[in-house]
T-cell receptor, first 114, second 107 residues
């Protein structure tokens, strides 16, 4: 049972490049989320999805895009990378929006933009 | 005002000590409450859910005061392995994370 899988684990981008952070879950969860975490800070919600074909903005969506074509996959796209996007990105999923079990997180993608 | 605010850290305590973390939240409509643990910038992992009646899991006790919009976590008999950052998390559809409180347990 893999849970939530994120790839890549590490990436260095040059300013202006683009990339897609991959996230897939095998728990048949309807809800999926993307967070970023800057040093010494809590997690901030970028985008979330309540099911295939439905996405919505979180607290810090600027500079990112998402899609949800299947229940399993929720990729995060960075266009025109900027140094301010240097962060650790976590993908998470849950069966319900409100659950005693909280979220299951992937192991994260550490992104540096230079 | 931040949606979820925690005690600033770090907390440095000796093994065996009792330590308490506090957290306040601003949205009175919040419906779910958790404490997560995060080790060395790894992914957060659920430590425990927090219920209105209070709940205990071994050395860990969590309390919720809805009237004061306040959550606490008490760790008794601290172990070296308890060293981590503890995240207060509040939800009502989406989870909102506090900035975390770092705990360092020393021999």
């Amino acid at each position: 049972n893999a849970g939530v899988t994120q790839t890549p684990k590490f990436r260095i981008l040059k300013i202006g490049q683009s990339m897609t952070l991959q996230c897939t879950q095998d728990m048949n969860h309807n809800y999926m989320y993307w967070y970023r975490q800057d040093p010494g800070m809590g997690l901030k919600l970028i985008y979330y999805s309540v099911g295939a074909g439905i996405t919505d903005k979180g607290e810090v969506p600027n500079g990112y895009n998402v899609s949800r074509s299947t229940t399993e996959d929720f990729p995060l796209r960075l266009e025109l990378a900027a140094p301010s996007q240097t962060s650790v990105y976590f993908c998470a999923s849950s069966y319900r929006s409100i659950s005693s079990y909280g979220y299951t997180f992937g192991s994260g993608t550490r992104l540096t933009v230079v | 005002r931040k949606e979820v605010e925690q005690d600033p850290g770090p907390f440095n305590v000796p093994e065996g000590a009792t330590v308490a973390f506090n957290c306040t939240y601003s949205n009175s409509a919040s419906q779910s409450f958790f404490w997560y643990r995060q080790d060395c910038r790894k992914e957060p992992k659920l430590l425990m859910s927090v219920y209105s009646s209070g709940n205990e899991d071994g050395r860990f006790t969590a309390q919720l005061n809805r009237a004061s919009q306040y959550i606490s976590l008490l760790i008794r008999d601290s172990k070296l392995s308890d060293s981590a950052t503890y995240l207060c998390v509040v939800g009502g559809g989406k989870l909102i994370f506090g900035q975390g409180t770092e705990l360092s347990v020393k021999p």
